[in-house]
């Protein structure tokens, strides 16, 4: 079985996968989980550690969590679990986003009085929604604000969400990528408690602390630049337990599955409290 489910991170398909995701149906973790595995089951969570621990106690294969925005930046949440947790990350994907006005299939722009989405979905369309001079409320998320529209059976309602909302919720999309303040994307991470096997062409992350002394975090840096590594990204977190001290994220180019890498990581070691492998993917995954 978990030769099967390591698989399905190479080729996205896997019959009756359960597939954990945070969020109600139609909403873009949903989306993301539907078509990273198109054969899966997918499950809602009510939040994002409820489908992480669903993964760890074994109720779900797998997990699709956001881990970073391009337009709100990191999703803390997501990352902190990554931190303390078992599991492993097996894919990174992008889904682009696309915001579209929606209503109730008789409706016209025109007939539209108050758009609802979420907040961030209100703020990537302020144009949009002031040019029309439409009244904004705010949703928990994109998928329950279509609900709204779809229930109250008003046609001067709208809701800011995907095409894919529109048709589960029986909505029609008036206009389409109204979303003007340029690139859109949520990265997702898949996770799971198999440490895949890295492709050729891979990336990794680690996830480590470092001693609390001056110049810790240059040693680290330096270390994996040392072996050749290239980071691409570098982020710090607070830890939730320590007041003033802090976690640090890193996505390097290559995979540590080799003698370099080895050395690389028994160097870490050495200047990090907690140094943690947290797994590969195949950099700039769209889906």
């Known amino acids: 079985h978990l030769m099967s489910l390591s698989r399905a991170y190479q080729y996205r398909m896997q019959s009756g996968l359960k597939v954990a995701y945070s969020g109600v149906e139609g909403a873009f973790a949903h989306i993301a989980a539907g078509r990273i595995f198109p054969e899966g089951n997918c499950v809602s969570y009510s939040d994002f550690k409820a489908a992480y621990n669903s993964v760890v106690t074994g109720e779900c294969d797998v997990a699709v969590l956001p881990i970073e925005n391009s337009y709100a930046g990191e999703v803390g949440q ?26 109730l299939p008789g409706a016209a722009a025109e007939d539209i009085k108050k758009v609802t989405s979420h907040p961030q979905a209100l703020s990537q369309c302020h144009d949009y929604i002031k040019m029309r001079g439409f009244e904004a409320e705010e949703a928990n998320n994109t998928a329950l604000a279509a609900k709204t529209v779809a229930e109250a059976n008003d046609k001067t309602l709208g809701a800011i969400a995907s095409m894919e909302t ?22 997702f991470a898949v996770l799971s408690k198999v440490k895949a096997t890295s492709p050729a062409l891979s990336s990794t992350v680690l996830m480590f602390t470092v001693k609390h002394e001056a110049g810790s975090l240059a040693n680290a840096i330096g270390i994996i630049g040392h072996y050749g590594y290239s980071m691409t990204a570098l982020r710090s977190r607070p ?9 640090f994220y890193v996505e390097i ?12 990581i ?22």
């Open 78 to 103: 997501t990352i902190d679990l990554i931190f303390s947790g078992s599991l492993f990350i097996n894919g990174i994907y992008e889904l682009e986003i696309h915001q579209n006005l929606l209503g």
């Open 166 to 187: 529109a048709e589960i919720y029986g909505l029609k999309v008036i206009e389409a990528n109204i979303n003007k303040s340029g690139e859109n994307t949520t990265r």
């Open 239 to 247: 830890m939730k337990k320590h007041s003033w001290q802090y976690y």
């Open 253 to 264: 180019e290559g995979t540590t599955d080799s003698e370099n890498g080895a050395k690389m």
């Open 266 to 287: 028994e160097e870490l070691s050495k200047v990090c409290d907690k140094l943690k492998v947290a797994g590969t993917f195949a950099p700039h995954t769209e889906i």
